[in-house]
């Protein structure tokens, strides 16, 4: 007996969580960056990780669609499209933390997204690999 989820995930679902994930990563890490300029004394850097915190929290919505996607109708695992939820909740907290100034927690769980999101992009880029392309890495 076959199983019926031997089929890996469309290319187009994969491709589109690798890259927004990995956009997604890169924003939470400019947001590092911005934070540690403006406590350093630049005040204007500000306004840039403000700006910053709401495209960076747009591509995790779509890295969020690209999660569902994969699990259906990608028949992929549902747990991808979990932890992206996740993420999403631990950084709408990390707006709002911001938002009322109140750092004092908003540094701790910053580290936190980031290390979530680096997990998360680093599994995306591994997962579904063909096995010649992970033979050749």
Do not use: C
């Not at 187009?12 to 990563?25: D, E, Q, T, Y």
């Not at 569902?68 to 499209?81: E, I, K, T």
């Not at 908003?106 to 063909?130: C, I, Y």
């Amino acid at each position: 007996m076959t199983s019926l989820n031997t089929a890996p995930p469309p290319g187009w679902i994969v491709w589109s969580l690798r890259v927004l994930a990995a956009a997604h990563l890169t924003g939470v890490l400019a947001q590092a960056v911005l934070a540690g300029l403006f406590v350093t004394g630049d005040v204007d850097l500000l306004t840039w990780h403000r700006d910053n915190a709401g495209v960076t929290h747009s591509l995790l919505y779509l890295q969020l669609v690209a999660a569902v996607l994969l699990w259906r109708p990608g028949r992929g695992p549902l747990w991808p499209a979990l932890a992206s939820l996740g993420i999403v909740a631990a950084e709408t907290v990390q707006v709002v933390l911001g938002q009322s100034r109140l750092v004092a927690p908003h540094f701790p769980l910053g580290m936190a997204v980031f290390g979530l999101s680096a997990a998360f992009t680093a599994w995306a880029w591994r997962a579904f690999r063909t096995p010649a392309a992970a033979g050749a890495a």
